[in-house]
Nanobody, 122 residues
Framework: QVQVVESGGGLVQAGGSLRLSCAVS????????MGWYRQAPGKQRELVAT???????NYADSVKGRFTISRDNAKNTVHLQMNSLKPEDTAVYYC????????????????WGQGTQVTVSS
């Protein structure tokens, strides 16, 4: 069974920083892309940042220059360093493992974490 566990959320003042971490476990052989998505109350889930196994990154325009995504392929972990946080960054942040291949399991699958709350006060 695959587990996707996020950590690092919390309450921070505007202008502050937080670092989110996510670990994927469960006989994982490889993961094509890992990323962070967020969902604010009353809004749809949106992409924040993704990173491929080769290190290519993609960011939402709203976080470019403020957030940095990084990844450790050997440990199947992904991190999101969030600086210069704004109240509009307040949301539940979800970790995603895209097209993950498990040892002894045919096919590839997408997995999501349960989410971690990030609240930025003004």
């Amino acid at each position: 069974q695959v587990q996707v566990v996020e950590s690092g959320g919390g309450l921070v003042q505007a202008g502050g920083s937080l670092r989110l971490s996510c670990a994927v476990s469960g006989s994982i052989f490889s993961i094509n892309a890992m990323g962070w998505y967020r969902q604010a109350p009353g809004k749809q889930r949106e992409l924040v940042a993704t990173i491929t196994s080769g290190g290519s990154t993609n960011y939402a325009d709203s976080v470019k220059g403020r957030f940095t995504i990084s990844r450790d392929n050997a440990k199947n972990t992904v991190h999101l360093q969030m600086n210069s946080l704004k109240p509009e960054d307040t949301a539940v942040y979800y970790c995603n493992a895209e097209r993950a291949i498990r040892l002894g399991v045919l096919g590839n699958y997408n997995y999501w974490g349960q989410g971690t709350q990030v609240t930025v006060s003004s």
